[in-house]
Nanobody, 124 residues
């Protein structure tokens, strides 16, 4: 089970840190990604991180502003979001897939474990 937290309301230019915590099993052997979705639009891949944490892939829209990291000892993945823009407003989901070796996909179809989502609203 994946549980997201850390969402909320923030002004443009502000920061938030989302947390995705896995329960029931270690996250060590799972690639993890963050997705976001707004009503009426498809779920968008934001960033993914491999099991080792050495392979990362960011969507162009968040490069230089968002940073993903993981702490396998805590079964937790973080998403640090800086310089937030109104266009970042969405429900953010973390997702995981069992993987060995490199991972660079942020296609939602390839992930089979999902959290319930956390709302991020960027507004003045």
């Amino acid at each position: 089970q994946l549980v997201e937290s850390g969402g909320g309301l923030v002004h443009p230019g502000g920061s938030l840190r989302l947390t995705c915590t896995a329960s029931g099993r270690p996250v060590d052997y799972y690639a993890v990604a963050w997705f976001r979705q707004v009503p009426g639009k498809e779920r968008e891949g934001v960033v993914c991180i491999s099991t080792s944490g050495t392979e990362l892939r960011y969507a162009d829209s968040v490069k230089g502003r968002f940073t993903i990291s993981r702490d396998n000892a805590k079964s937790t993945v973080y998403l640090q979001m800086n310089s937030l823009e109104p266009e970042d407003t969405a429900v953010y989901y973390c997702a995981a897939v069992s993987a060995v070796g490199p991972w660079s996909s942020i296609s939602p179809d390839e992930f089979d474990h999902w959290g319930q989502g956390t709302q991020v609203t960027v507004s003045s």
